[in-house]
């Protein structure tokens, strides 16, 4: 594997991915520098924008397990995680693994579940690790985490700790699609009302577990210099004094952000990174890490306000 072989391969993702959902090419992309990445994704949108099946195409495009949990507000802890059962007939605990234990997992609407259920991930987004009842149990290679919310309703929903925020390498804003894309949604599966079976579209695999471990490795040898490192670390320490912000992004945001640029320019097929791939995922990696302050909400400014505002007055280097 090369750096031309990534490139291919993502290419590949792509074009399988096109087959079923329509649009949501940002997405894809976010998608796949997560997952070159090690890191999780967040993704927000109004119901009917594929959030659901862009994540199960992306998954049987790459063979990993899938796995989902429909987080509801009387979801428990071990609903999640699993729990050891009492066998009568051997007396003794058995472990009964919960959803968690896959290789992508869907966390659907992971805001309608109280924090106590959604701090169960937290070991295994971070650490890759899940204990229970004191004994740690290893996930499988390639697990990523595609959480899901709908930014509409409020009732019975619980906001997400910065805590779990602060685990999710991305946060993506779905939009609605252009006229031209929803008329193609419609020729395409309007002639149902269910979600679709993708053995309908003849998707095929285009990589395994084995592959994406060999562009991982690949991805941290990307050359991060040492300018382009100071910029990412004055982008981070300037959300920490930016007079609209109450709270800045932590110092595992810097790490996690040129983790991700180094994937970001090995899918363009280049050993290096430059400002601009800094420039592009700034927005996704440091939007749900600030906090406004209360002036700002007020006056009706955004996180993705504030991140252009950061990026204009730090210059880039050359």
């Given at each position: 594997m090369d750096l031309e072989g990534i490139k291919a391969t993502s290419d590949a993702v792509r074009e399988q991915v096109r087959k079923v959902v329509v649009?949501?090419?940002?997405?894809?992309?976010l998608m796949?520098?997560?997952?070159?990445?090690?890191?999780?994704?967040?993704?927000?949108?109004v119901p009917g924008t594929a959030k659901t099946l862009l994540a199960r195409v992306f998954a049987h495009t790459l063979s990993l397990d899938f796995g989902r949990?429909?987080?509801?507000?009387?979801?428990?802890?071990?609903?999640?995680?699993?729990?050891?059962?009492?066998n009568f007939q051997t007396?003794?605990?058995?472990?009964?693994?919960?959803?968690v234990f896959t290789q992508l997992l869907l966390a659907d609407e992971i805001n309608r579940t109280p924090p106590k259920t959604q701090s169960a991930l937290l070991q295994a987004m971070h650490e890759r690790t899940v204990t229970i009842d004191g004994v740690t149990h290893t996930?499988?290679?390639?697990?990523?985490?595609?959480?899901?919310?709908?930014?509409i309703e409020q009732h019975g929903t619980y906001p997400l700790p910065e805590a779990q925020l602060d685990r999710f390498l991305f946060k993506h804003i779905l939009a609605y699609p252009t006229r031209e894309e929803e008329r193609t949604i419609v020729e395409r599966h309007g002639h149902r009302t269910t979600m679709p079976s993708l053995a309908d579209f003849g998707i095929t695999r285009v990589a395994d577990l084995e592959t994406l471990k060999q562009i991982r490795q690949l991805v941290s040898d990307i050359r991060l210099s040492s300018d382009l490192i100071d910029y990412i670390v004055d982008i981070i320490r300037a959300t920490r004094e930016h007079p609209s912000l109450?709270?800045?992004?932590?110092?595992?945001?810097?790490?996690?952000?040129?983790?991700?640029?180094?994937?970001?320019?090995?899918?363009?097929?280049?050993d290096f990174a430059i400002p601009d791939d800094v420039k592009s995922l700034a927005g996704p990696?440091?939007?749900h890490r600030i906090v406004l302050s209360p002036a700002a909400e007020i006056e009706g400014i955004d996180a993705d306000h504030v991140i252009s505002r950061i990026l204009d007055q730090i210059p880039a280097p050359r």
């Open positions: 649009g949501q090419e940002l997405a894809v992309d796949l520098v997560s997952l070159l990445s090690d890191g999780h994704i967040l993704m927000e949108g949990i429909q987080f509801t507000p009387d979801l428990m802890p071990g609903d999640v995680t699993g729990t050891n059962l009492f007396s003794e605990f058995t472990l009964t693994k919960g959803p996930m499988d290679d390639g697990f990523m985490v595609i959480a899901t919310q709908n930014p109450q709270f800045g992004a932590s110092p595992r945001a810097a790490n996690m952000l040129a983790t991700a640029v180094r994937a970001y320019a090995a899918l363009q097929s280049r990696a440091l939007r």
